[in-house]
């Protein structure tokens, strides 16, 4: 398939987006196409005619009919897949519900996202065990680099290795499987964060050898907010459980997460529609394009500013990130500061990151941009080169 081109108006009418913003922040929060609101509102809508018989007896083979679609877009089997409220929730589900041990060690690496790492910390914390982390230098040369300082920190007393797939500041797509192998040969059991790669890249979730995977749908593949997935590898199935223990309880993996409390299932019932909307646009080829478009950017920027990316291009997909040209205060707080002047000044929404002592622009692409919206960027910090 291709992607499908619409010259001139890249499918913006798609979205609600105001007129005369450049939206680069598709990684942020995800961005929820029109026609998958409508098909929220009408399983809201349908919940509201009679909640009781929808709750209580037409849910869960709803549910388990959503889920199946999202299984079979990641390539996993349905029974190993299930919903959850955003990555966070799932990937805390495992660091909170694993044993740890004093003298345990948890695994991530410095470029895991600062809220994961700290609910890593909290997990490792409660119990005497530690929070291990392995430093990628940056800008980053190649993925050996990622996995020489994996393995330099794995150790016996390795229980856990979480390991991003798409690195959220860094926006660097990390060679998963490999540092599975790594960590599984050393002993430990291994989550991969990927929040964003579900509908960023090709994704075959059971191919990567995890022991658990969790995924955003709302970020890339279209989903309403807010929804996501945890798959769980069946041998830690029976171990894995909810953040909130529920009436599923003892009654398997898939029913414990399926009913968590009172709560809105519309955006999972939706999720199948974020789905095909990604095929609409063309699947694999929405991807490519997407991934060409945000290379070509970020490649053009460095080069009109004289700067460098945080990694080879080969490293992104449809994120990247690029060195701004400014000197002197390169703090984080500069970097807040920045992004909001962007936003407010000059209509444009894209994240400014501090990393390696440095400040950089991360850039997205969805199917709503064109490389004028990148344009945009260039003139904005030359003046400062
Ligand atoms: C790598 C990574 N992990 C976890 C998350 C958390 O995602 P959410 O806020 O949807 O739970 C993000 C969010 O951007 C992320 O980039």
Redesign the pocket.
Known sequence: MVFVSREGAPWRDEWSLEPGLAYLNH??FGLTPNSVLAVQDSWRARIERNPTRFLTFELEDLLREATAKVAAAVKAKSEDLVFVE????G?NAVLRGMDFEPGDEILMTSL??P??RKAGLYAASRVGARLVEAEIKLPLTSDADILRAVASRLTKRTRLAVF?H???HSAIVMPVAMLTRIAHEAGASVMI?G??APGMIALDVPAVGADWYVG?L??WFFAPR?C?FLWAAKPVQAGTHPLAISHGFTEGFRVEFEWTGTRDVTAALAAPAGIDFHARLGGAALMTRNQDLVREAATELARDWGTDLIAPAANFAAMAVVRLPLAGDTTPARAGALMRELAERHNVAAAVVFLADALWVRIAAQAYNEPADYRRLAPLFRRTA
């Open positions: 990684g942020g955003n990555a966070t929730s990937l895991a996202y809220a994961i991003d798409v690195a959220s964060d929040a964003h955003n709302h970020k807010s996501g």
